[in-house]
């Protein structure tokens, strides 16, 4: 297991269209987290779960979006009827617990979305 | 491949020199603290984390500093090198399950 995972590395795509996002964790993590990184920004907090259940969800997580972690492994994030707002990195990451310990929470490489 | 932060505030330091970056934090509660280093076209990569009852903490030629009062945050790399150009993030928590980011700060390393 070399990390956290993220296909596709970019994706464009119209407006209006929808856009699914796949995210695979290290192996014992049962904690994912995605977030959202705009241009000269930090990452922004989108949702969380633990082993399947999703735990927390951001208000920047409008309803046209949706995640999922159907058994508890890999997850995906959805945008429906993409928007040029929603051109952004999108960021997983896993742990084995709360972000206590940093080295524990790691990033993968990220899915660049352009909308166009 | 395209660039984190196009627009961040930018430290440029002489190779070999030391480096110091800041980081204002926002919420007081926050009582966990981490810095990350972000590559163009990489995911946050972990450098050194703090807890808030620590003032400082070090790391191989990184520390971490954080002073509650005034809630910032700083880390100290020692003798730059031109690897360690990148953008550079604060990131908080407080006990909760995810981390509040800052801003960033470039950081280019000129040999």
């Known amino acids: ?116 | 491949g395209e660039s984190v932060g196009l627009h961040l505030p930018t430290l440029s330091v002489q190779e070999g020199d030391n480096s110091i970056i800041n980081c204002a934090y926002s919420n007081s509660a926050s009582d966990y603290f981490i810095w990350y280093k972000q590559e163009s076209g990489k995911g946050p990569q972990f450098i050194i984390d703090i807890r808030s009852n620590m003032d400082k903490r070090q790391g191989q030629r990184v520390t971490v500093l954080l002073n509650k009062t005034v809630k910032h945050l700083s880390l100290q790399i020692a003798a730059t090198q031109p690897g360690d150009s990148a953008v550079y993030f604060c990131a908080e928590n407080n006990a909760g399950n995810m981390l509040t980011f800052g801003g960033g700060t470039r950081l280019m390393v000129k040999p």
């Open chain 1, 1 to 116: 297991d070399t990390g956290v995972s993220q296909d596709p590395r970019h994706k464009i795509t119209k407006r209006g269209q929808n856009v699914t996002f796949r995210c695979d964790p290290i192996s014992e993590h049962n904690r994912l987290y995605w977030y959202r990184q705009t241009l000269g920004q930090g990452p922004e907090f989108l949702t969380y779960f633990q082993n399947e259940a999703q735990l927390e969800k951001s208000r920047l997580l409008s309803d046209r979006f949706s995640a999922e972690r159907p058994k508890g492994s890999f997850s995906t994030l959805e945008i429906q009827r993409t928007e040029q707002g929603d051109s952004a990195m999108y960021l997983c990451a896993s742990s084995l617990a709360r972000p206590r310990q940093g080295n524990g929470y790691t990033f993968g490489s990220g899915t660049r979305l352009t909308v166009v």
